[in-house]
């Protein structure tokens, strides 16, 4: 067999030796984008389409491509081969427009918004109407105001109205419309942007308002804010497509999530909140490289240094690159000056590769960096280390430490009474510590199965199969809730449904968790075989 690497090493001197051939070119441009060897497939795309600008499918691979790679050129030949052919996907004005933005071509800016308007991103069209005329130095505000029918629109014209209204000088009402939003709890973005528009209006005050906090970043980023900034369209349209990009998390969403992002990027590339939310996108992609040369040109000292770091960290996770992930955040954990986040991090990454006691050290060292102001969620996380590593005894205070600081967060109650629980140990309060954790999160799957166990180790089995049916029914492929309806099933007599819950536990069982069912699902419930 071939592999793609060989494939890719051959494929530069193919594209030199042959440009004019555009089939070679494409194959050899879809061996390079299959091997990630983005820069290469986008040189190969572009010589493919330069010779055959009519083929759809190098056109559309191409822009795709092109928005990867961050090569504009690219971008804008694929797009003007899609308009002449007709295939040009909705999204494309999206990239249009910031194009001309940054170009301050106010006239094709004005044309993306009618291609927009005709298309699903037109929840878009009020705000980036608005910030147009605000370019050309007309009244933003009555562009601003979306349909009633359609909340989309309203929401990214609120945003985009408290920040034009700062850009008009409208002071006060621009702070008590930031204060309406989200009531009073808009997200980090518009505050941060709107603490640069009162600071180039010469309102600094407004930036400690806006961004408090002792923070070492925050106050990191109040200081590179004083210096202000001045609206204009690429500033607004950067800052709208952000904010999008953000809220778009699923996968099918993700192209349009990269676009809008690289397009902000394009805009204000000297941003380096978006910098990183580019690296994010290209890593969730697979981009590895290209996003870990995004988060690591953020310099050590700039404001968004520790998101950065924390975005490598993830990339570098979900390219399956564990022991390097672990190997930076042990250097940064042990730096002079590093505190409680970078110890804490450096135990996420410990407790995910499996690495509970010295996941646990590390959530000891956030805790005692933390000089006595550790929050819950911290004694959880080390309580939860060391009783996954069968140090329950050290556990236990621990774990009853984060319910004291935090008596009404689910997630504390449920872990320290399910474990006392599967114990059997304290059930009484166990039960009551979960049946509180369930009051507080009635739809949390594991939270259910959690108070459906409980009551099954107090003998309760009636009480328990129901919770511990609608545990399944939210999450059917998870093997510890389907074992422990199959195990209470048993124990109210209904045998052929246990069997069947313990055979859905079985597939996904690891080994020994799989053949213990299968023993259920041949001979019946004993001890031997009651959910571990």
């Known amino acids: 067999m071939i592999s793609a690497v060989a494939v890719t ?32 497939a986008a040189q190969g795309y572009a010589l493919a389409l330069a010779a055959t600008p009519g083929a759809e499918t190098v056109a559309f691979r191409a822009y795709r491509q092109g928005i990867e790679a961050g090569d504009l050129e690219l971008i804008r030949q694929s797009v003007r081969a899609m308009d002449t052919a007709g295939t040009a996907p909705a999204d494309v004005s999206v990239f249009q427009f910031a194009d001309a933005a940054r170009a301050r071509n106010l006239p094709a800016a004005e044309a993306a918004i009618v ?125 709208l497509y952000s904010r999008l990009a953000t ?26 909140a978006i910098t990183v939310q580019l690296a994010g996108l290209l890593g969730r992609i697979g981009s590895t490289d290209r996003a870990l040369g995004l988060v690591r040109s953020v310099e050590e000292k700039a404001p968004f240094a520790a998101m950065a770091r924390q975005a490598e960290l993830r990339i570098l996770t979900e390219a399956e690159r564990e022991a390097d992930a672990i190997s930076i955040a042990e250097q940064a954990s042990a730096a002079k000056g590093a505190g409680p986040m970078e110890a804490q991090q450096l135990g996420d990454l410990l407790s995910q590769a499996g690495r509970n006691e010295a996941a646990a050290a590390a959530y000891a060292s956030a805790i005692q960096r933390s000089a006595g102001d550790a929050g819950w969620a911290l004694y959880l996380q080390r309580g939860g280390a060391l009783e996954r590593s069968g140090q329950w005894e050290l556990a236990l205070p621990l774990l009853e430490r984060a319910v004291e600081l935090a008596p009404d967060q689910p997630h504390a109650l449920n872990y320290l009474g399910y474990a006392q629980a599967e114990r059997g140990e304290n059930l009484a309060e166990a039960q009551g510590l979960l049946e509180r954790a369930s009051k507080l999160a009635p739809e949390d799957a594991a939270i259910t199965d959690s108070l459906g166990w409980a009551y099954y180790m107090n003998g309760a089995f009636d009480r328990a199969v129901p919770l511990l049916q609608r545990a399944a029914e939210a999450e059917p492929g998870d093997v510890e809730i389907n074992e422990h309806l199959g195990d209470a099933l048993w124990q109210v007599g209904r045998r052929f449904e246990a069997r069947y819950a313990w055979a859905a536990a079985r597939v996904y069982a690891e080994a020994d968790d799989a053949a213990r069912l299968g023993d259920k699902i041949a001979t019946g419930l004993a001890a031997a075989t009651t959910a571990q």
């Open 9 to 40: 090493l051959a494929v530069q001197p193919a594209l030199a030796r042959d440009p004019a051939d555009p089939l070679t070119a494409y194959v050899k441009a879809r061996a390079a984008d299959a091997d990630g060897a983005g820069a290469l």
């Open 115 to 239: 291609r927009m308007r005709k298309g699903p991103l037109d929840f878009l069209v009020p705000s980036l109407s608005a910030w147009l005329a605000f370019e050309r130095g007309g009244d933003p505000f009555p562009l601003l105001e979306a349909p009633a029918d359609n909340p989309i629109a309203r929401r990214y014209s609120m945003e985009t109205r408290a920040l034009l209204l700062i850009a008009a000088g409208r002071h006060t009402e621009a702070e008590a419309a930031i204060a309406v939003i989200e009531g009073g709890q808009a997200n980090i973005g518009l505050r941060v942007a709107a603490a640069r528009l009162f600071a180039g209006a010469g309102k600094r005050a407004m930036i400690g308002a806006l961004l408090p906090g002792r923070d070492r970043s925050v106050a990191r980023l109040r200081s590179e804010i004083g210096r202000g900034q001045r609206a204009n369209i690429a500033f607004g349209t950067a800052r």
């Open 247 to 272: 809220d778009l998390t699923a996968e099918s969403t993700l192209p349009l999530a990269l676009l809008l992002a690289r397009s902000a990027s394009m805009l204000v590339p000297e941003d380096d």
